[in-house]
Nanobody, 119 residues
């Protein structure tokens, strides 16, 4: 069974940067739409950024021009470069894949990585 492992979170000041990584140890990305999600306390999980099978990217309005999603050619790693972080970006960040015809993820959720933005 695929086990997603997210890493790279931490505590940063407003305006800081972090790079998140996600892997399952094998080529699980690049087949469907690969996404980063986040869930803040008391909030529902939401999509942050998506990279399609052919490499097209899309972003939630609240992170556009600040975050960049990418993956390696082998499909083993998914990344999220986060710049100009703001307190409202504080959340647990998760990765997963979804087929184009569904919003349901194809893999079990990992533990996520905590991102905290505070002065």
């Amino acid at each position: 069974q695929v086990q997603l492992v997210e890493s790279g979170g931490g505590v940063v000041q407003p305006g800081g940067s972090l790079r998140l990584s996600c892997t399952a140890g094998g080529p699980v990305f690049g087949h469907y739409n690969d996404s980063w999600f986040r869930q803040a306390p008391g909030q529902e999980r939401e999509v942050v950024a998506t990279i399609s099978r052919n490499g097209d990217t899309s972003y939630a309005d609240f992170v556009k021009d600040r975050f960049t999603i990418s993956r390696d050619d082998s499909g083993t790693w998914l990344y999220l470069q986060m710049n100009n972080l703001q307190p409202e970006d504080t959340a647990v960040y998760y990765c997963n894949a979804r087929p184009p015809w569904s919003n349901f993820p194809t893999n079990p959720w990992g533990q996520g990585t905590q991102v905290s933005v505070s002065s």
